[in-house]
């Protein structure tokens, strides 16, 4: 015990995010589906860990973010928080569980906060989603807002496309971004724009931008966790960086383990116990196994 809270580091509150981008020091955040990826994303210095809808994808193998339901979010929320002690904990709302209404929308922030130790929620859209913005962080609950690329609407997007490419789309962009700041909003993620585009959007703003697949001059950059890691081989967007091979490292040492079983040079003499004392080994070799074998078998 002594040793785990060696590792802990201070508590990310929202009041250190806001001071890493008063400094202009960039947020890193990443997501996190689990109780070991919320471990690892905490150990190494993640200063905000989103439970992202992409868990769907990641975690679950469905085709898409929409299928992912409220139970499934809590349940995946309340392993990372397990984990992940100090970084600043959002989860995604679910597709289904806050457009109807700012009603449903708070409701469902409440269940995420109340039920599965989440600090604050992110839900996608812009301007369209500036009432209900208002109505969650009204109640307290800090939101994070996410446009330009919103694969929940990737069926009337195109599909998973680049945004604001134009000087209009751009401006429209910035309107939404403007809409969600007043809203209160306590950042914005840009997904899939331009570089340029999301430099200026974060420069017309007073709230930090976290951009994933928008250039280097948000105030902050968000990853899925199995994407950076390489363990995701279904797709890779452009804007992915693979830190790590995880998925041919890791099928790799698996197949060498079957083949150690198959070999039987698996398990060695450090992975076997023994018995109290030597000599038991000899009186065991001496009982009459085929006589033991009759007497079982016979019940
Ligand atoms: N593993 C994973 N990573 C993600 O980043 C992610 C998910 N899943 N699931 C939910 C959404 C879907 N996302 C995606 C998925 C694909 C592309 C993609 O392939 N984009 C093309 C650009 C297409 C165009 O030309 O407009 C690319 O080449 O990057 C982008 C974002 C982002 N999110
Ligand atoms: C990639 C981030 C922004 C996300 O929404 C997710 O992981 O679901
Ligand atoms: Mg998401």
Redesign the pocket.
């Known amino acids: 015990m002594a040793e785990e809270l060696s590792h802990q580091r201070p508590k990310v509150t929202l009041n250190m995010i806001r001071s890493l981008y008063k400094k202009n020091i960039p947020i890193a955040s990443l997501t996190a589906h689990d109780f070991p990826s919320g471990i690892v994303a905490d150990r190494a210095g993640v200063d905000l860990v989103l439970v992202?809808?992409?868990l769907a994808?990641?975690a679950l193998g469905y085709d898409?973010?929409n299928q992912l339901t409220m139970d499934e979010m809590l349940f995946h929320c309340r392993a990372v928080a397990r984990g992940s002690k100090a970084p600043f904990l959002v989860a995604d709302l679910p597709f289904g569980t806050y457009e109807v209404s700012p009603e449903q929308a708070l409701e469902s922030s409440i269940r995420l906060i109340r039920e599965a130790n989440m600090e604050g929620v992110k839900l996608e859209g812009g301007i369209e989603m500036a009432a209900t913005v208002k109505k969650i962080t009204t109640a307290g609950i800090p939101v994070l807002g996410h446009i330009g690329?919103t694969?929940q609407r990737?069926a009337s997007l195109g599909?998973?496309?680049?945004q604001a490419r134009t000087v209009t789309g751009a401006r429209k962009l910035l309107r939404s971004a403007q809409a969600l700041q007043d809203a209160g909003c306590f950042a914005i993620v840009l997904?899939?724009v331009p570089a340029p585009v999301a430099k200026f959007v974060t420069q017309a703003l007073t709230i930090p931008t976290i951009g994933?697949?928008a250039g280097n001059q948000c105030s902050g950059q968000v990853?899925?966790q199995?994407?950076m890691l390489g363990s995701?081989d279904?797709?890779t967007?452009?804007?992915?960086k693979k830190y790590a091979d995880a998925f041919e490292t890791n099928s790799g040492a698996i197949a060498q383990y079957v083949r150690d079983v198959k070999q039987r040079s698996f398990p060695a003499e450090e992975h076997t116990y023994s018995m109290r004392n030597e000599d038991d080994i000899k009186r065991l070799e001496e009982i009459d196994i085929a006589a033991a074998k009759v007497s079982s078998s016979g019940m």
């Open positions: 992202g809808d992409s994808m990641v898409n973010t690329l694969p990737s599909g998973f496309r680049v997904e899939a994933i697949g990853l899925v199995l994407d995701f279904r797709f967007p452009k804007f992915v």
